[in-house]
């Protein structure tokens, strides 16, 4: 079964806003579970996700430090995995995936999930025009 969602609008540091493929996400940390709407990236290799959010889950500020680079430069990060379930009507898919956790605070950026773990799980398919991007479950990875 295909889950389709429709694009939601994102502000810019700018001020404007922009239509991205956005879907609804739950993320189970150690102490707490937050449904959070997050930029589907496939220009990401990993996904991401601010200082305050993985606060609030719970997650691991202190293993595996390093720099992660982008299209904003160089940031450091912290590494830690989550449960996450994706859902819609009936389907509804849970499976863990590894975060890059922004250390610096007060960034504007959104959760993204980028190619690794996530796109593993399913077909994705961005349909650009009709500003829509579908998630077909992969049952037979090879």
Known sequence: MVMQF????????DGHFVKTPSIPITFFGPSETLQIIAVVDSGADVSLMPREVAEV?????????EPAFG??????????HVRVKIQKGHENYSFDITVKILLSKDTDIPVLIGRSEFFEEFEITFY??????????VHNRQ
């Open 6 to 13: 429709k694009y939601k609008s994102l502000k810019h540091l």
């Open 57 to 65: 889950l719970g997650l691991k500020l202190d293993q595996n430090i």
């Open 71 to 80: 299209i904003a430069g160089e940031v450091q990060t912290a590494e830690d």
């Open 128 to 137: 650009e025009v009709k500003e829509k991007i579908s998630l077909k479950k």
